[in-house]
């Protein structure tokens, strides 16, 4: 009778073992999915910048476009590097034309935006200020034959949606 008993004792340790770890399994799931949660995130299919822009972004990135794209095409931030942002933000003399710069806060939230979305340069590498310059941009348009040099009006004839702020559609040529 011990023997059963020792047997039935140890399948009531190992289902509450495997109970545990199972219990103990579905919890991490639940905090690692809580945690990488985009509650709030724009939907996927309204996104028209490459990056998804949580909401502590919104504000600073429309104030990105109400800024710039009143006067030519909002590029997004990841074709620049981050010390490219950082010069045209502090350039009154903006590609030749005499603007009025931000001034705090909003230069500070767009700042934030677009440091955020940019990537660094490499030490040795020189600071792009021209589209055609960037690495970056490169990168993002492998295998595209690129008129020289590029423009951001030149962006139109690939991503009709553009002008929008919309990179992800592109002219059925390319889709």
């Excluded at 950082?86 to 931000?102: A, E, F, N, T």
């Excluded at 500070?108 to 960037?134: D, G, H, K, M």
Aim: aromatic content about 10%; some cysteine; overall charge positive.
């Amino acid at each position: 009778m011990s023997n059963l008993v020792k047997r039935k004792s140890r399948k009531r340790r190992t289902l509450r073992l495997m109970l545990l770890i199972f219990a103990w399994s579905v919890a991490i799931g639940w905090v690692l999915g809580l945690a990488t949660s985009v509650h709030g995130v724009t939907p996927s299919s309204n996104i028209g910048t490459v990056d998804v822009v949580p909401p502590q972004y919104q504000l600073a990135e429309e104030l990105y476009l109400e800024n710039c794209a009143t006067c030519h095409i909002a590029l997004p931030p990841a074709v620049f590097p981050t010390q490219t942002w950082r010069d045209i933000l502090r350039d009154s003399q903006h590609y030749g034309v005499q603007i009025q710069p931000l001034v705090d806060p909003q230069r500070i939230l767009v700042w934030r935006y677009l440091s955020t979305f940019s990537r660094t340069n490499l030490q040795e590498e020189p600071t792009p200020y021209r589209l055609y310059q960037s690495r970056y941009f490169r990168a993002l348009h492998p295998g595209i034959k690129l008129p020289s040099p590029s423009s951001v009006s030149s962006c139109i004839s690939c991503h009709p949606g553009a002008s929008e702020y919309n990179f992800r559609r592109l002219s059925q040529e390319f889709e």
